[in-house]
């Protein structure tokens, strides 16, 4: 073989292994972004630390998707029990929770389910379907928008704290951040609450505002106690 025909094969070789080096990979699991330790560490630390999540406690995730952040979240958490909620069973399903689990044991070098318990839950649009008085802390992203029925789901979440629990909510606002009065995400697009009418729906449902930060990673979180 002449050295130009050489040259030629090895060029023809070298296109075809940066193109597999270029192919997109396959995503780990369906419905959910995929994130790094640093950015989970960067993103979710300080919600984390805002919510005074410990060791042992009980956590759920209402409204959580397929749980892709739960389970990220799970990564920086011990000992814990994890309910990972939502209406939605097209997203949430156990097939792929059990995908995203696996993924972010292996990237983050924990056993993520000999480390935290998790369970998860689907609910409708009225109720959590979560067990009564069972969670130190609930946490809730980018729902309120989202509840079609929110005196209702607001009542049935103060029920699924223990004495004491913590709920927080974090989502956009009517003209809070730089949104309008609609969600900014085209495919949603619902009215937007402002944040008195928002605080005045988790007042008249017996809730107490006890925490709130101005941004976490560009919207506000609120912390309520249940009084009822
Ligand atoms: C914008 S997504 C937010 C998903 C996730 N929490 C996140 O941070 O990306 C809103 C989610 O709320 C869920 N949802 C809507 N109404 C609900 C309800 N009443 N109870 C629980 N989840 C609900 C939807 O199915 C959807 O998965």
Redesign the pocket.
């Known amino acids: 073989m002449s050295y130009s025909m050489i040259a030629r094969v090895l060029i023809v070789y070298l296109m075809v292994i940066s193109q597999l080096a270029c192919a997109p990979k396959a995503a780990p699991y369906a419905n959910g972004p995929v994130m790094s330790q640093k950015n989970i560490r960067k993103t979710f630390q300080p919600i984390l630390q805002f919510m005074d999540v410990k060791p042992g406690m009980v956590f759920a995730?209402?409204?959580?998707?397929s749980g892709a952040?739960s389970v990220m979240m799970a990564t920086l958490m011990d000992n814990s029990k994890i309910y990972i909620?939502?209406?939605?069973t097209t997203?949430l399903r156990s097939d792929n929770l059990n995908k995203i689990i696996s993924y972010y044991s292996k990237q983050s070098r924990k056993n993520l389910t000999s480390k935290n318990s998790f369970y998860t839950i689907i609910?409708?649009?009225l109720h959590?379907n979560l067990p009564n008085s069972s969670c130190d802390i609930i946490w809730?992203?980018?729902?309120v928008h989202?509840?079609?029925?929110i005196d209702s789901?607001m009542k049935d979440l103060g029920k699924k704290l223990k004495p004491g629990g913590l709920l927080f909510l974090r989502d956009s606002f009517k003209n809070d951040h730089g949104e309008g009065s609609y969600c900014s995400d085209a495919k949603?697009a619902k009215p937007l609450l402002t944040i008195d009418e928002f605080l005045n729906t988790m007042n008249r449902n017996g809730f107490k505002l006890v925490k709130r930060t101005p941004d976490m990673s560009g919207y506000p979180v609120f912390g309520f106690t249940y009084l009822n």
């Open positions: 995730d209402i409204g959580a998707s952040f909620q939502d209406i939605d997203v609910g409708n649009s959590s809730s992203n980018g729902t989202n509840f079609t029925s789901m949603c």
